[in-house]
Nanobody, 115 residues
Framework: QVRLVESGGGLVQPGESLRLSCTASGINFRLYTMNWYRQAAGKQRELVANITSDGSTNYVESVKGRFTISRDNVRNTVSLQMNSLKPEDTAAYYC?????????WGRGTQVTVSS
């Protein structure tokens, strides 16, 4: 059974940082591309960043230079370091993997950026 558990969200002020983590189980973690999505209230889910099995990374334009995705294939975790947070980064953030022909995601963690 594939399971993804996110953590690390919270309420911060603009310009501050947060680090999100996602721990995966039920898959051979090192083989899969891991994704971070976010969904703001009233908006569609958006792919924020992903990291492939060989460590290549991709980011949505709006977070380039501020967010960094990384993975630890020993601990089966994928992290998202978010710096210089903006109010428009406010959303529920989800860890996602496409495995065995199906998408899986966790319950999400809320990030709120507000002064």
């Amino acid at each position: 059974q594939v399971r993804l558990v996110e953590s690390g969200g919270g309420l911060v002020q603009p310009g501050e940082s947060l680090r999100l983590s996602c721990t995966a189980s039920g898959i051979n973690f090192r083989l899969y591309t891991m994704n971070w999505y976010r969904q703001a209230a009233g908006k569609q889910r958006e792919l924020v960043a992903n990291i492939t099995s060989d460590g290549s990374t991709n980011y949505v334009e709006s977070v380039k230079g501020r967010f960094t995705i990384s993975r630890d294939n020993v601990r089966n975790t994928v992290s998202l370091q978010m710096n210089s947070l903006k109010p428009e980064d406010t959303a529920a953030y989800y860890c996602d993997v496409r495995a065995r022909g199906s998408p899986y995601w966790g319950r999400g963690t809320q990030v709120t950026v507000s002064s």
